[in-house]
């Protein structure tokens, strides 16, 4: 009797295996039909330096416009692109349109494009980055790409390799998510970075935790030490810009300074700091 359990479930759980492995190839042919036909759209969010009020750039952000689940965040999305291979045409797409858009903003305006670590472990990235800013006359100190640690540690030799040459073209890399990844110390010491995104869970939790708030204080002496700049990511409060203010932090991205949006709404100024 327990065999005949045991067996059932096996057979359901097969099914649902089956039912799993088909989902997932439906939507990797959904996502290469909507590269097709043009349905990945890609929205801006401004990263602030909030002692001027000024834009600093963008970031560019990947959103599906799926017909009929609407619009589809990355991360329903990306692990797949990556799994398929899909990411390295979806990846130069979303570069060559930032790129583009960019061309037509006030001329001191950074573009800053996400990078997986399938684009950097496959293929030239650094040709292609080239390329891109060539065929869209885009100039290379307005391009910044954002690498996460762990995008970096599955092929370290590789990574540092393309990372040379890609700031050779005058293009600066960030590291995004900072502080996630399990050697965020020895990846700063390592690799060449000309910025560190704090990533937002440190912010989250400012004003309850006073590690967070430790931590905190102690990237942006990290940053000041190493000269390199330090942006925090998720800032939504004005009470997380202060705190964030009072330890002398000018660069911050998140709700609070504006959502994500479509190319043609973004914002040309942000909210200052109040003033203490
Ligand atoms: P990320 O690069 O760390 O981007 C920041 C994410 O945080 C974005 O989510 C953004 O919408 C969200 N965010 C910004 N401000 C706030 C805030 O104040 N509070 C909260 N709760 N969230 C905030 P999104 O757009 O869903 O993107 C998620 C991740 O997907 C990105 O994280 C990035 O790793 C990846 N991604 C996005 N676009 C691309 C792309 O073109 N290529 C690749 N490879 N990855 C991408
Ligand atoms: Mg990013
Ligand atoms: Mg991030
Ligand atoms: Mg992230």
Redesign the pocket.
């Known amino acids: 009797r327990a065999k005949a359990e045991v067996a059932r479930s096996t057979c359901f759980y097969d099914a649902s295996m089956d039912e799993h492995a088909r989902e997932r190839r439906d939507l990797a042919a959904e996502m290469r039909s909507a590269l097709e036909q043009g349905r990945f759209a ?2 801006y ?1 401004p990263q602030a330096d909030f002692g001027t009020g000024t834009v600093l750039g963008y ?5 599906w416009n799926h017909p009929v689940r609407g619009m589809i ?3 329903e999305f ?1 692990v797949l ?2 799994e398929t291979g899909l ?1 390295l045409p ?2 130069e797409w ?1 570069l060559r349109t930032a790129c583009t858009e960019a061309v037509g903003w006030e001329p001191h305006l950074r573009i800053s ?4 670590a399938v ?1 950097l472990a496959h293929g030239d990235l650094p040709d292609l980055v080239e390329k891109v800013l060539r065929e869209t006359g885009l100039r290379a100190d307005r391009l910044e790409l ?1 690498i ?1 640690e762990t995008a970096i540690i599955r092929n370290r030799a590789k990574a540092l390799h393309v990372m040379e040459r890609i700031r050779t073209l005058g293009v600066s890399i960030a590291i ?2 900072f502080g996630t990844g399990y050697s965020s110390l020895a990846t700063l010491r390592s690799f060449p970075f000309d910025r560190i ?1 704090v ?2 869970s440190f ?2 939790d400012l004003a309850s935790e006073p590690q967070s708030l430790a931590i905190m204080r102690a990237v942006l002496a990290l940053g000041r030490s190493l000269n390199i700049s330090v942006m925090v ?4 409060t004005a009470a997380q810009l202060k705190t964030l203010q009072d330890e002398g932090c000018t660069q911050a ?4 300074f504006g ?2 949006l479509p190319p043609d709404r973004l914002p040309h100024s942000v909210p200052l700091a109040a003033s203490a």
């Open positions: 890609v929205h969010q970031e560019a952000l990947l959103r965040a990355p991360a990306i692109a990556e990411i979806l990846g979303v494009v996400n990078l997986s684009q954002e996460t995004d998510d995104k990533d937002r912010v989250r990511e998720g800032v939504e991205q998140g709700y609070y959502y994500p």
